[in-house]
DNA sequence: TATGAATGAGTCTTCATTCAT
DNA sequence: CATGAATGAAGACTCATTCAT
């Protein structure tokens, strides 16, 4: 029993939307797993779909502010760099819901949304200051952009239940190689 | 009412499952929704998945035997015509549905997965047949159709999610740009 | 056990909403008391005020048409049939829980309404026909049918409330002496 | 906010159970809109019936000793008199509670039946001296009493279920008039 | 094949009440 | 006195599934 009763709630519904998903997971089974009695889930979140709110906004962050690293004249390793370092700060269960609950509540969307933008923008922003000199060709940076955001997204999310894998290094270098 | 009773409680489900999901569906208002009575859903499908499984089952089809329909020395209109003929039979809802239930049951994630090795496999022979002198760089074919498939795939499903709009004809040329 | 399902959970509720009020009437007690599983109840009554109303549609019926039987020249008689005989077919439960649940639901409130309107003008009526001679009188005559209504809701209700009776022959006298 | 915790208790309290009914308002709402944490409500009443209790105790008061205040020889501006003058102090929400918790608990019932009561008696004692003459007719006047203090209730209760009004004065004169 | 009443386990949610601080 | 977290029993309502007809 570690922390608060209420982080012992999340915690446990952390793990438990992660694995048998958001409509599966009974209050009861938070409460027990959290080792609090089923009212004090309730005490915290009157909703059930609090707890999915709460976890969400609490422990998933969207870094829209940071810096890019770029390599200068280095697209490939400069968006390698990028798909090690995504813009996310979640644990693996927590980004499994992210994906897995898109539907069940308008702030996980949000949330996701969000993270897309940020991936786009990054990408886009990395490859102009990796490829100073790509003089105008701003249309198709963002589809560079677009593309490797997709398949950041696909490795995180359709990868599992498609069971195929692909090398960011590898899309990386093939966007790289189109810019130049 | 269109159809006998079977096609009408699938024609009803599949619009269930599709606008709200298969958990949030209780089979008394696919009934309802097919003019049909309750204990009628439990005489063609014994479990509720099995409406589902039926759905799936029976509407959608990943083409696997089809031939691919290259364009010799252009592999960027290939792949665009490549994602203009999605290797998926399969209605916008029945789409939906794939996407959106691939946890709920094993069969539906099958499918996709099928779906996205068939994608997969037909960008890699199309790009092969477009481009006849690909030197050698089987591992880049094998890269550049895996993206191509994730892009696809993102703008069927993720799309709808984060609200961004992929352009593939660019993604085409982009891929394209990048084997030459 | 005696009728069917449904006819049983309504005699199981008039009388549990008589004895004890709606709202200290688990559904569960109802389903008990009706020998039927407690599904049932929500089968034929989607929410448990649907019991209520229901019993209040087809339990009670506040006669509206019928002719006033008035003893002319007599206007004591008259009242004193009309006491005897209300205008309301409701067994005693159902006339506890009209009054008792007046609050729980717009239904019963607007039964009690029509009651009292019926009362009323039926008092008013018997008190034309009894003195045919009452000379323009008809605000006296108005004021005279309320005030007998009112003595007559109160015999059914606060009475029980505040352990006073009132006879209504007495008042049927009284009231017939002031027209006179 | 107004006055110590414990008068901000009920204040709250005598607005919200005028309003929705005692059963209907949770402790925790009182609290909140008293502005007191949800424990001191238990401290000041160990059950929650007993803010009930409480607010008829304190915040009803049946006047049983005053005088009658009669003109004599005018029995219907007597009773107007009386109409307007309720020996009950207390706030229209308490009345309204009052009535509409009168099955809640013992002690509001007993406070309505002493209500009632007094009014008879009131009623009585002062047709006795606006008529003091009375022959001998100790039944009559008991009975134009009671009528009397039925209609009075009738206003203060019934009215609002049923939506009639009756003019106290009219009833006063309809009495008198009898009573001659 | 068709029907809808019947079943009961399970789910979310409410809320009076307690109690350690 | 004051506080709000803690407790758990109980309530309304859902729903997949069965089954007699």
Do not use: W
């Not at 990028?82 to 702030?107: K, Q, V």
Request: with cysteine; hydrophobic share 45%.
């Amino acid at each position: 029993m570690i922390g608060d009763a209420r982080t012992r709630i999340l915690d446990a519904a952390e793990e438990l939307f992660a694995g048998g998903g958001y409509e599966a997971t009974p209050t009861a089974v938070i409460a027990r797993l959290a080792h609090v009695p089923k009212g004090l889930v309730f005490h915290y979140f009157p909703r059930k779909i609090d707890v999915l709110v709460a976890l969400v906004d609490e422990r998933t962050l969207v870094e829209e502010d940071r810096d890019v690293d770029a390599v200068p004249g280095d697209p490939a390793r400069t968006l390698s760099k990028l798909a090690r370092r995504l813009p996310l700060r979640a644990s693996p269960a927590m980004r499994r819901i992210l994906f897995r609950e898109a539907d069940t509540h308008g702030s996980v969307k949000d949330r996701l949304g969000r993270l897309n933008g940020e991936l786009i923008r990054r990408a886009r922003f990395a490859l102009e200051l990796a490829l100073p000199g790509a003089r105008g060709d701003a249309a198709r940076l963002e589809v560079a952009a677009a593309t490797f955001a997709a398949v950041l997204l696909y490795q995180e999310n359709l990868c599992q239940l498609t069971g195929h894998q692909i090398d960011p290094d590898a899309v990386a270098e093939l966007i790289a190689h189109s810019l130049v």
